[in-house]
């Protein structure tokens, strides 16, 4: 089966441009989690919606930074205005339940984004 | 509050060495689960093992296995005779269970030589 897919795989922007990051999610999966990983770090939580509601978006690092699922499936990352602390890679994630049933996120294969 | 420490930042070893990656980590939650992954150069993130925080059970899966403390709080990760597709990213990752998200360790790049 497939797994999770994200487009673009490698985006560059100009600084101020607008950018929108897909995320198709494993079928079936409630759960979708954004994270942002920066160069030699590990993933760091931006947001989470369990099906089409977003449920803890504590991680966006400012208000240029809004995601969405509407028919809680595929989910659409944007950020407004990119400044060049926004470069990373933006990976997804998805879950078969809840959260706190602690199953195992997998992951798609991350969106580098570039901004000069 | 969470966190996660992985104190190599690399590791080099020659192929069928045995290599141990540790992880030590915080929390106040008393219900979690604990997680490594791996990150192959090709950038997703692969689920290796899962820990409950109920269960110090220190299991063997083929090559991998792990050993959880939670005396030390540590949840360390080996693999045996290691083989040069091992070669990735490995990181340690806490989920408390009553909160919403992973915490991730800043990650240890293992270089498995032939």
């Known amino acids: 089966g497939a797994g999770v897919s994200q487009s673009p795989r490698y985006k560059v922007a100009k600084r101020g441009q607008d950018v929108a990051l897909r995320c198709d999610p494993i079928?079936?999966?409630?759960?979708l989690f954004w994270y942002q990983q920066a160069l030699g770090q590990g993933p760091e939580f931006l947001t989470y919606?369990?099906?089409?509601?977003?449920?803890?978006k504590s991680g966006l690092p400012s208000d240029r930074f809004f995601a969405e699922r509407p028919e809680g499936s595929v989910s659409t990352l944007k950020i407004q205005r990119t400044q060049q602390e926004d470069s990373a890679v933006y990976l997804c994630a998805s879950s078969l339940a809840g959260t706190s049933s602690g199953y195992e996120q997998y992951f798609g294969p991350g969106t580098r984004l570039t901004v000069t | 509050a969470q966190k996660v420490t992985q104190a190599q930042t690399e590791i080099s070893v020659v192929e069928k060495e045995d290599v141990t990656l540790d992880c030590v980590y915080e929390?106040?939650?008393?219900?979690?689960?604990l997680f490594w992954y791996k990150q192959p150069p090709s950038g997703e993130l692969v689920f290796l093992i899962r820990?409950?925080?109920?269960?110090?059970q220190n299991e063997i899966s083929g090559r991998y296995s792990w050993n959880f403390q939670k005396s030390t709080s540590s949840f360390n990760f080996t693999i045996t005779a290691s083989q040069v597709v091992d070669s990735a990213v490995y990181f340690c990752a806490l989920f408390p269970v009553y909160g919403q998200n992973f915490v991730f360790g800043p990650g240890t790049r293992l270089s498995v030589l032939p």
């Open positions: 929390t106040r939650d008393t219900t979690y689960y």
């Open positions: 820990r409950n925080s109920f269960d110090e």
């Open positions: 919606f369990q099906n089409e509601a977003q449920l803890d």
């Open positions: 079928s079936g999966h409630v759960s």
